[in-house]
């Protein structure tokens, strides 16, 4: 994760507003990456997140989909999953070198060490939802999920989530839910976030010294 300065306070009490002007001084223009399972709110939160910090909103599968010039399942059909990582790093690579995002990220993103590449370049935000949420969403969304076509998809679901939990723990921050409203859990991860952003170190009182080789002071380089 990208180093953020602490010049304000921002972790709000219990009914206290948050300070919201000086969390998005703090975080610099950091990207938000939002990861988790499909059917976890990753597209839902990241509108209230935006919004609340002056940011704008990036969905990384609809960015995909219009590099490609074609829906996600179809890239799927037409060349398959691999083809589809590969456009979706290439695709996040881009996305990376752009600041004051929230980005919703595909599900399935966290497979590739290349992508955490991108993503530590900010902050990681595990959304986590429990599988019997996860299930209840995904069979009510009308979208197409190409790993979840066909008969049994609760058992896919399952085995890819298992697949997938050690890589979402490397989030910098996980969110846990229980079905609550996308601008609760956006709220959520604003009063979570002071407390993963690093501070940085102050620079030395003294100017730093340095010594030649015979042990004898000479003027430092700042």
């Known amino acids: 994760m990208a180093v953020a300065p602490d010049d304000d306070a921002v972790t709000a009490e219990p009914n206290e507003p948050l300070n919201t002007a000086a969390l998005r001084r703090r975080l610099a223009g950091l990207n938000l990456y939002l990861v988790g399972m499909m059917g976890a709110g990753k597209s839902a939160v990241?509108?209230?997140l935006a919004a609340a910090l002056g940011y704008r909103v990036v969905d990384a599968d609809r960015a995909i989909e219009q590099?490609?010039?074609?829906?996600i399942a179809a890239i799927f059909e037409q060349e398959g999953e691999d083809a589809f990582r590969s456009l979706e790093?290439?695709?996040?690579?881009?996305i990376a070198s752009?600041?004051?995002l929230v980005v919703a990220t595909?599900?399935?993103?966290?497979?590739?060490?290349?992508n955490w590449g991108h993503m530590q370049q900010g902050v990681v935000i595990w959304l986590d939802a429990p599988e019997a949420l996860l299930l209840q969403r995904l069979?009510?969304?009308?979208?197409?999920?190409?790993l979840l076509q066909g008969s049994g998809a609760a058992e896919r679901l399952h085995a890819l989530l298992q697949q997938r939990l050690p890589l979402y723990g490397q989030a910098d921050l996980r969110i846990a839910q229980q079905g609550e409203a996308p601008e609760a859990?956006?709220?959520?991860?604003?009063?979570?976030?002071?407390?993963?952003?690093k501070t940085r170190q102050a620079p030395p009182a003294n100017q730093a010294g340095l010594q030649n080789a015979a042990g004898q002071s000479v003027p430092s380089f700042n």
């Open 46 to 48: 990241a509108g209230p």
């Open 89 to 94: 790093t290439a695709v996040l690579g881009q």
């Open 98 to 100: 752009w600041h004051s």
């Open 67 to 71: 590099v490609a010039g074609k829906p």
């Open 139 to 146: 069979r009510n969304d009308p979208t197409p999920r190409p």
């Open 106 to 114: 595909g599900g399935g993103v966290v497979n590739r060490s290349e």
């Open 185 to 197: 859990i956006a709220a959520s991860v604003l009063n979570a976030l002071p407390g993963v952003l």
